[in-house]
């Protein structure tokens, strides 16, 4: 592991200390009591949200027909074993989908936690990233192989471009092929702010299922919400807590909402992204927390709560050094 990686799992141990300021003996397994009933649906993003998969996750029908979970792992910040045994938690926790990408450094991990796991290969959604220094034709197929090497399997579920920089069009025109080949189910981008994503729908032959990008209650991204389910790209969100940032697990707003609701802030946060109908991605190494991200679906917040979560927007990333 490097210093970079050692320190970017210090602090996100750091992060996560924090996070469950009350209620901690509230938290309850999800596989025992997940469930939707009374407490309804989200609101639809951008295609039709279907009642559940095998592990009581609703998953949402993206545009060109796959089935994607609304609530999935995120590997953001984790490396080697420690790495591979939280995969190895989500999966057995309930998850299905799990992300990654080549800059994280943690494919081949990631892969291992999988097949730690033991749950069959066609019960989950894996996704990866090409990163910019693979960017353009050639390149994208061969950056496309050695993640899917590193994981250890033969197809990915989802592949994003990370970021829209360097070749974007000789990118999407390799995965383009590769999704026609099979080796794709499902093709997407990262990043890209509504500008970009209307030069890629220019010219793109298959249409981005989704958009990854920031988002979480700091940053909510109204004009990007929009615009993406005016073209019908599902909006998934990564770091829906800001990944701790600016308070957000003690902030007093989401405190208040989580104590009306005998919840977690973490869990509140989560809930607001599932009803504004985002897909989010959660990340910890914490086997506690894992299993709370999962304990969304057994409440539903109202439209007062909704509204002062709103009003928590700065409008700004608050994360200026990735920008």
Same mark, same amino acid.
């Given at each position: 592991m490097t210093n970079k990686q050692k320190d970017m799992n210090s602090q996100n141990q750091k992060n996560e200390i924090n996070r469950r300021r009350f209620l901690q003996t509230t938290v309850k397994f999800a596989a025992a009591g997940i469930y939707l009933g009374a407490f309804g649906m989200p609101e639809l993003f951008a295609n039709d949200v279907i009642d559940k998969n095998d592990s009581n996750i609703p998953d949402v029908k993206l545009n060109n027909g796959l089935k994607m979970p609304m609530l999935g792992f995120g590997t953001y910040g984790l490396s080697g074993e420690v790495c591979q045994r939280s995969v190895a938690d989500a999966l057995a926790s309930g998850y299905r989908l799990v992300d990654t990408a080549k800059v994280y450094g943690n494919e081949e991990a990631v892969g291992k936690g999988i097949k730690q796991s033991g749950i069959d290969r066609k019960k989950l959604f894996v996704t990866s990233k090409l990163w910019v220094d693979d960017a353009g034709y050639e390149n994208a197929k061969k950056g496309f192989e050695e993640t899917l090497r590193k994981l250890g399997l033969d197809y990915l579920d989802l592949y994003l471009i990370h970021r829209p920089r360097g070749d974007v069009k000789g990118s999407w025109k390799a995965m383009e092929e590769l999704y026609k080949a099979g080796k794709i189910k499902a093709i997407g981008i990262s990043n890209f702010d509504p500008a970009q994503v209307a030069d890629l729908l220019s010219y793109a032959q298959i249409k981005p299922v989704i958009n990854q990008i920031e988002t979480h209650a700091y940053f909510q991204q109204s004009?990007?919400? $929009?615009?993406?389910? +005016?073209? $019908?790209?599902?909006? +998934?969100?990564?770091?829906?807590?800001?990944?701790?940032?600016?308070?957000?697990?003690?902030?007093?707003?989401?405190?208040?909402?989580?104590?009306?609701?005998?919840k977690t802030t973490a869990q509140i946060s989560l809930r607001w992204h599932f009803q504004r109908g985002i897909v989010a991605i959660p990340r910890s190494s914490q086997k506690a927390h894992i299993v709370e991200n999962l304990d969304i679906f057994d409440f539903k917040l109202d439209n007062a709560d909704m509204k002062e979560i709103e009003k928590l927007d700065l409008n700004k990333t608050q994360f200026p050094e990735w920008s």
């Open positions: 004009n990007d919400y $929009n615009v993406l389910k +005016q073209h $019908n790209i599902q909006m +998934q969100a990564w770091a829906p807590f800001a990944e701790g940032r600016n308070g957000l697990f003690t902030n007093e707003v989401l405190t208040q909402i989580a104590k009306k609701h005998r």
